[in-house]
């Protein structure tokens, strides 16, 4: 969490910047050839490693929240810089004869994602609300799984690359804000499927399918 919250730190310095008014001689209804755009996102993920997480964490759905920057181009290209995070409380959990069975020792996970997306924002005229993009890229995923009873190499921490492809839309709120809709699809290999519940299931992919929304600042 301090990462995330050294990033809002961040945010919110640039955001001030970019309040401020445009350079004489600037159009007003006219973005610059380059801005940065401050955001904060909420995401809910539809975790790939379905057994495991119904069985430790009762679902498969998990809230996200963090922040990040956009630098964004006139001419329709922009590179994405996102850290979030996600904590979960759960409980342990095995398989027998391929049956589930909870163990009531609590457990609990904690996994940061950051993430750097480059892609194509589809303006179709300058006054228009509404900004399709697609983009994909690159993260780093820092996971972290603790429970009671457990002895020091039964802990889990972890950090491994992934990579995802990210599509939606963008609709100006105001001039300055905007708010972003987009559905994200990640695959992280190498962190599940090694020990525990998810080798006993063969479930090895940290990703999934997520709902995202941001709040951006800038044009």
Known sequence: MRRVGVLMCAVCSV????????????????????????FVLAAEQRFAAATTFNAAFGSRLAPFYGGGVQVAT?????????ASHLDRPGQRAFVSNGEVFQLGIPLKISLTPVELTAGYRLKRSRRSRLVPYVGGGVGWYKYRETADFASGDEHVEATHAGYFVVGGAEIRIQR????????QYTVVPGILG??????????NDLGG???RI??????
């Open 15 to 38: 955001a001030r910047l970019s309040a401020q008014p445009s350079a004489p001689g600037t159009s007003p209804d006219r973005p610059p050839a380059v801005q940065v755009r401050p």
């Open 176 to 183: 300055w804000i905007s708010a972003a809709l987009d559905a």
């Open 74 to 82: 006139r001419r329709g290209f922009y590179v994405d810089l996102a």
């Open 194 to 203: 090694l020990s525990g519940l998810s080798k006993e299931v063969g479930e």
């Open 209 to 211: 399918v997520a709902a």
């Open 214 to 219: 941001r709040v951006i600042l800038g044009r």
